[in-house]
């Protein structure tokens, strides 16, 4: 049974910052492609970051500058660090992951995290 688990959630004061992590157990093989999301309340679930296991990345332009996407292949996990965090990146923050190479669909999600940055 394939499971995500997210870890690094919290409050936090603006202009501070957040490591997400993530971990995918039950999956026999590596996966290509992981992300992060968010879900703000009274919003749609949005991307935030995505990465392959090339090394290719894709970011919200709400948040290119200040998070930054990695991973450990061999261990399928994925972080998310964010830097210069503000108020309306309050929300719940879900980690994604997908089959191998070369699928970048999403096919498994995580319960998610919450962020919350105070002014």
């Known amino acids: 049974q394939v499971e995500l688990v997210e870890s690094g959630g919290g409050l936090v004061q603006a202009g501070g910052s957040l490591r997400l992590s993530c971990a995918a157990s039950?999956?026999?093989?590596?996966?290509?492609?992981m992300g992060w999301y968010r879900q703000a309340p009274g919003k749609q679930r949005e991307l935030v970051a995505t990465?392959?296991?090339?090394?290719?990345?894709n970011y919200a332009d709400s948040v290119k500058g200040r998070f930054t996407i990695s991973r450990d292949n061999a261990a399928n996990t994925v972080y998310l660090h964010m830097n210069s965090l503000k108020p309306e990146d309050t929300a719940v923050y879900y980690c994604?992951?997908?089959?191998?190479?070369?699928?970048?669909?999403?096919?498994?999600w995580g319960k998610g995290t919450l962020v919350t940055v105070s002014s």
């Open positions: 039950g999956i026999g093989y590596l996966i290509n492609a």
């Open positions: 990465t392959t296991r090339t090394g290719s990345t």
């Open positions: 994604a992951a997908g089959r191998s190479y070369p699928s970048k669909a999403m096919n498994y």
